[in-house]
C-alpha cells in the first residue's frame, strides 16, 4: 500500500475512534519502513480532526478522552524512533495550587504533543514554585496553568510573580485555562493568554 494511502488511513483511524485499526495500520507503516515522524504526522492531523470537531461540538468529551488515550498509547510505540524533543517549543504545563483536577490539563497536554510541542507536565497540587522551577529548569518557552478550582488563582498569580521575580518572564509566556480562568484574570495577573478550550490552547502556543 502507498504510504500517503497508509497515512491517511492512520488519520481516519484516530478520527474514527478505532483504535484497533490505528494498531494494524501503524504496524504496517512500520514493516514498510514508513519514518516514525511521518507515523506521528498522520496521528497528528487525526487528533486536529478530533479537536476540531469537539470545538464544534460535534462530539463529547467521552469521544475526546478516547482519541487521547489512543493516541498517547500509539505514540508510546513509536517514541524509540522517533526524535527527543518538539519541533515547536516546549511548554510546562501544571495545576497550580491546591487542586487536583487533571482531565483539562492532561488533554491540553495530549494535544500540544499532537500538534508537535515538547511537552513537560508537572502534575497536579503544584506550588507556584516547583512550577517556576520546573519552567526554569526545562527553559520553557510556554508556561501553562490549569486553574479548575478559584483557591488556585491566587497560586497561579504568585507564579506568574515569580517568574517576573527570577527575570523568566521575558523570555516565557503565560497561558491559563480552566473553569477558574478568564481573559480579564489573565489580564489582571500578567498572563499572556487565557484558553477557554483545548484547541484554542494549541492555537496560543502555535502563535507563540
Known amino acids: ?22 494498531l494494524e495500520d501503524i504496524d504496517r507503516a512500520t514493516l514498510q519502513k514508513i519514518p516514525a515522524q511521518a507515523i506521528l504526522r498522520g496521528l497528528s492531523r487525526g487528533m486536529m480532526a478530533v479537536g476540531g ?5 460535534e462530539i463529547f468529551l467521552p469521544e475526546v478522552l478516547i482519541a487521547a488515550e489512543m493516541f498517547e498509547r500509539a505514540r508510546e510505540r513509536l517514541a524509540p524512533k522517533l526524535p527527543e524533543g518538539g519541533k515547536l517549543g516546549k511548554v510546562v504545563i501544571g495545576t497550580v495550587g491546591p487542586d487536583v483536577h487533571d482531565i483539562g490539563k492532561n488533554l491540553v497536554a495530549t494535544w500540544l504533543r499532537a500538534a508537535g510541542f515538547e511537552v513537560v507536565d508537572v502534575g497536579v497540587f503544584v506550588s507556584p514554585e516547583t512550577f517556576v522551577k520546573a519552567v526554569e529548569r526545562h527553559k520553557a518557552d510556554i508556561a501553562a496553568m490549569s486553574l479548575r478550582l478559584s ?8 507564579a506568574v510573580g515569580m517568574l517576573e521575580a527570577r527575570g523568566l518572564r521575558k523570555n516565557v509566556k503565560v497561558i491559563i ?27 496560543l502556543c502555535k502563535k507563540y
Request: charged residues 25%.
Open 1 to 22: 500500500m502507498p504510504m500517503a494511502k497508509i497515512l491517511r488511513e492512520i488519520e481516519r483511524d484516530v478520527s474514527r475512534l478505532d483504535y484497533r485499526g490505528l
Open 53 to 57: 470537531a469537539y470545538e464544534k461540538q
Open 177 to 203: 485555562g480552566g473553569s477558574a480562568a478568564s481573559e480579564s484574570l489573565a489580564h489582571e495577573m500578567g498572563a499572556d493568554a487565557h484558553a477557554a478550550h483545548i484547541m484554542q490552547a494549541v492555537r
Open 151 to 158: 483557591t488556585a488563582i491566587y497560586a497561579a498569580w504568585r
